[in-house]
């Protein structure tokens, strides 16, 4: 059962609360920018992703503010300079990135409030932040204006024109480790969370090689009261059915013996939760000729 809501009939907190709740996490860009009278600004931004990367852009929204109705200092900013950084944020900056956030008159620098270290950028006048492992400078290729009420977004759309990086989250290949920079992510409500490498896992992208699709699977294992969707996906990795020899083999095993003693529908549990453990260990191929192996 599901519950159907119209935007047009809700209040602004249950409308916000039911995207940004449920379009989580999202990345944060923490944005420095500069206004026509020199003042410097730095706000973080959670409605914020890449959307190209030939040219590099990226593109956050500097919402109206829903309590006082007031426009961003970094949208007022961003239209009246073109120039900004956006800096990642990690776990060790939260706090202070929180900080930032508060509604400070523009005269205010949020980088001397907030205790972040401003490193001056290479082409844009807006200062880099020391602290985040991650900066890009950016300068604005168009303002998509969504309406002045509370909550209406103020799409900024930058194009990246230098890339900092620590050395030290590079791997040997010149390339970002994921596993090292450690972004925090904005949820619903106050929640944030910590990209740790423990919680990562990686997934075979399918785009060069097509695996077997779901619906070509034997009704056997597709209607399987043992295997989730996510199983049903992992076997999709693989690219092809068990050979006749693949399956002999197997059939050699002691798993298959064991697998063996039990009949019918117990037989069936078991067969699907072995296929479950092996795909939890990562061995698709293992998984897909075990069952295949006891298809009648």
Do not use: W
């Not at 706000?43 to 593109?59: G, L, M």
């Not at 001056?120 to 168009?142: A, H, M, N």
């Not at 030290?168 to 106050?190: T, Y």
């Not at 997934?203 to 090689?209: F, K, M, R, V, Y």
């Amino acid at each position: 059962m599901f519950t159907t809501f119209n935007p047009d009939e809700l209040t602004l907190p249950i409308v916000h609360n039911l995207m940004l709740t449920s379009v989580a996490p999202r990345p944060i860009a923490f944005v420095s920018s500069i206004d026509e009278s020199g003042n410097i600004n730095l706000a973080p931004f959670s409605q914020f992703n890449v959307f190209s990367t030939n040219p590099p852009v990226v593109a956050f929204s500097a919402s109206v503010s829903g309590r006082t109705g007031e426009t961003k200092d970094t949208y007022k900013n961003a239209k009246a300079t073109g120039e900004l950084t956006v800096n990642i944020v990690t776990y060790d900056m939260t706090y202070q990135m929180s900080y930032a956030s508060s509604e400070f008159p523009p005269e205010v620098n949020e980088f001397q409030k907030a205790g972040f270290t401003p490193i001056p950028s290479d082409l844009v006048k807006p200062p880099r932040v020391g602290e985040s492992p991650v900066s890009f400078e950016c300068k604005v290729l168009q303002i998509i204006d969504f309406g002045d009420k509370g909550g209406a977004g103020k799409m900024i759309l930058a194009q990246v024109h230098r890339i900092h990086t620590l050395t030290a989250i590079l791997d040997e290949n010149g390339k970002l480790d994921p596993l090292k920079i450690q972004q925090v992510g904005r949820c619903g409500n106050s929640f944030y969370v910590k990209l740790q490498p423990e919680l990562l896992f990686p997934i075979a992208q399918p785009q060069a090689n097509i695996g077997i699709g779901i619906d070509e699977l034997p009704d056997y294992i597709r209607h399987s009261t043992v295997l989730t969707g996510n199983n049903l996906g992992q076997l999709t990795l693989n690219q092809n059915f068990p050979s006749e020899d693949e399956i002999k083999s197997f059939k050699n095993s002691e798993s298959y013996r064991y697998l063996s003693q039990f009949s019918g529908t117990e037989q069936t549990g078991q067969v699907h939760r072995a296929a479950q453990d092996m795909l939890h260990s990562g061995n698709h191929r293992l998984a897909l000729i075990c069952l295949f192996s006891f298809i009648s």
